[in-house]
């Protein structure tokens, strides 16, 4: 079965430091999809990015970036000059087929504290 | 466009009873997907429905039950509640049932079984 592992528990940091939140896979499957998921203290799940297994070339969103290699199964999430609006708990998640459907296979989280 | 809306946003119940939670998926998202969240943890996947047909089905028991009807809407219903089960449960829905598609989460409904 798949799984993703999230080592970092909680992280704590402040303004302005960049701090990058580790996540490492495990899938039998050739071709996959990763995710990043942001929830805030109002308990949403706020999508960030999907990235699919033969996508291996880093993206960049504003002060948020994604390093995917797949000799390490890694897919790591930097965020550039930390705002104490991205306080909150951060998901890797890996796809996993199901049935005739898909579901997400969940880390455990990171809380990552961002103090003024 | 609206999101993802899941009712009601808290329930308490007690051991025993039945429950019933409602989702409704973005305009034009054909498939919905439940998930529990247990504090502390990541969600953990209970149904996938597409198109009304249950498409996978995550290690839940038999008292944990969920149908989609012809407007794309869920419900998830739980009988016999047992403490275990006082959860965040989230809703996702997304475009497609094959495939891996992003799947946008509601804002869930947290259940206290008391």
């Known amino acids: 079965a798949q799984k993703v592992t999230q080592a970092q528990t909680e992280i704590s940091v402040v303004e302005k430091e960049d701090v990058t939140l580790d996540c490492v896979y495990e899938t039998r499957d050739t071709t996959y999809y990763l995710f990043w998921y942001k929830q805030p203290p109002s308990g949403e799940l706020v999508f960030l990015i999907r990235r699919n297994s033969f996508d291996e070339q880093n993206e960049i969103s504003g002060r948020y970036s994604w390093n995917f290699q797949k000799s390490t199964s890694s897919f790591n999430f930097t965020i550039t000059a930390s705002q104490v609006v991205d306080s909150a708990v951060y998901f890797c998640?890996?796809?996993?087929?199901?049935?005739?459907?898909?579901?997400?296979?969940f880390g455990a989280g990171t809380i990552l504290r961002v103090k003024s | 466009d609206a999101g993802v809306t899941q009712s009601p946003t808290h329930l308490i119940k007690t051991r025993g009873q039945h429950v019933t939670l409602r989702c409704s998926p973005i305009s034009g998202h054909k498939s919905v997907s439940w998930y529990q969240q247990v504090l502390g943890q990541g969600p953990q996947f209970i149904f996938q429905y597409y198109e009304k047909e249950e498409r996978g089905r995550g290690n839940f028991p038999d008292r944990f039950s969920a149908r989609q009807f012809p407007n794309y809407s869920s419900e998830l219903n739980v009988n016999a509640l047992l403490l275990g089960d006082s959860a965040l449960y989230l809703c996702?829905?997304?475009?497609?049932?094959?495939?891996?598609?992003?799947?946008?989460f509601g804002p869930g409904t947290r259940l206290t079984v008391t």
């Open positions: 998640a890996l796809s996993e087929a199901i049935g005739y459907g898909n579901k997400l296979v």
């Open positions: 996702a829905s997304s475009p497609r049932g094959q495939g891996t598609y992003e799947q946008y």
